[in-house]
């Protein structure tokens, strides 16, 4: 053969190679290239999968507990990180908004509708981290509006002494770290909402002294912290479950079994 000849049988068995070659590559389980030219490998792979299961730091997870519904201590923790001192004070406009009465306005007016930090309004104490943790208002006319359930910081609630009608909103029952909740003295009527049983960390509730009617709520007798408990003198009907049979002494019914 000659040179010439050589050559060219070298140049057509290239051409050869270079057709055949990607074809036996991916036969053998190579990786194809991706869109941008490069080759995905399985480590690439692993990491992506990883990445997606991985929570996102900061992000609040709900556990699962053991026989079902989250314990009281599941229920705060599912709050931390909601709102924010902002939301905190549309929360209170919203109750400057639906409320009213010449003692409240005169007390009250000036500060809310400024620009001021909220723990320099009048009736509101906040926290360390700026979030309101406890709220006091008295002499007031109106309705307690839905809003306030979203102060998930709330401690201390403290609406008495005042004339609000209207129904209890059953959002009070958000208010997961409420220990202290007065509405005592006013003019609230409608059923005492079940959602209140939600209020695991509740010590007092008191309701006295409104024109509440139906029957007291079971799911009251689960709250395990609630050391005191007045309902009397309101409109309610039926007997007191035995699950509260301790705070009889201030409802006006008779316990019931009896």
Known sequence: MTLTGTTRWLALLGIVLALTLPAVLIACGGDEPDAGGERATSTSRTEA???????????????????????ATDAALLTIGRGSAETD???????????DG????LRYTDAWLSNAPIDELPGVTTDGNGRVNALRISDSIGEIPPELGNLVNLEHLYLGNSQLSGEIPPELGNLVNLEWLNLSDNELSGEIPPELSNLANLERLDLSDNELSGEIPPELGNLANLEWLDLSDNELSGCVPQSLAEHRDRIDLPLCGE
């Open 89 to 99: 004070r549309e929360a209170l406009l919203a109750l400057y908004d639906t409320i």
């Open 49 to 71: 999968t990883e990445t997606a299961a991985t929570p996102v730091t900061g992000a609040v997870t709900a556990t699962t507990v053991p026989g079902g519904a989250p314990t």
């Open 102 to 105: 010449e003692a409240f306005r």
